[in-house]
């Protein structure tokens, strides 16, 4: 999507250890016009599947993960990384490692929002590990759903989480691949 990619050449930011900073229109502050482009782009992408529902993690998955379901008129489900005191016993649980925090979470989410042979549609803000995918998709397969695919905003796909959702048989799209960060620069899947 090139208008993703022209914005994290614009503003991304290289830091230390393979993490890319986009936190002007992503993490932090979200940019709402790109993230209703970046709903388009999953729901252009995906309108060929039945999907019931759009499944995400919090916090930074809710902006994508909101507009693409907006585009495709579903539900949007965010796993938690904390249990309320509102939410009951009967929830789904899997752990998932933060690479960029160094913390073990562990994500949930309310069985009644899941149910057997739904269409799920996963979308993330960054799959670099995969951690908060297969978090997800162990959700999605503990409920029963079917797993339509995996959507990501941006990937490294140097850091094998793209690969893993690949070799479970998921489809996997992602709005910008990036394949290093060599010389503290973004590169880009295709780039010279």
Not at 42 to 53: A, I, N
């Amino acid at each position: 999507m090139k208008e993703l990619v022209d914005r994290i050449k614009q503003d991304g930011e290289v830091l230390p250890g393979n993490v890319l900073k986009i936190n002007s229109f992503l993490n932090h502050q979200v940019d709402p016009q790109l993230m209703m482009h970046v709903g388009e782009e999953f729901s252009r992408l995906f309108k060929d599947e039945k999907v019931d529902k759009v499944l995400t993690c919090e916090a930074s998955g809710i902006a994508p993960g909101v507009m693409a379901a907006y585009q495709l008129h579903v539900p949007m489900i965010f796993a938690r990384k904390k249990k309320p005191s509102t939410l009951n016993d009967a929830v789904y649980w899997a752990d998932v490692f933060s690479y960029t925090k160094k913390v073990n979470n562990k994500i949930c989410v309310e069985e009644k929002f899941l149910h057997p042979g739904e269409h799920i549609l996963i979308i993330d803000d960054f799959v670099a590990h995969g951690e908060a995918v297969k978090g997800m998709v162990n959700i999605a397969k503990q409920a029963g759903c079917n797993i339509v695919g995996v959507g990501a905003v941006v990937a490294k796909t140097f850091q094998g989480g793209s690969e893993w959702v690949e070799k479970e048989g998921l489809r996997f799209e992602a709005l910008a691949k990036i394949d290093s960060f060599e010389n503290d620069q973004v590169h880009f899947e295709g780039e010279e």
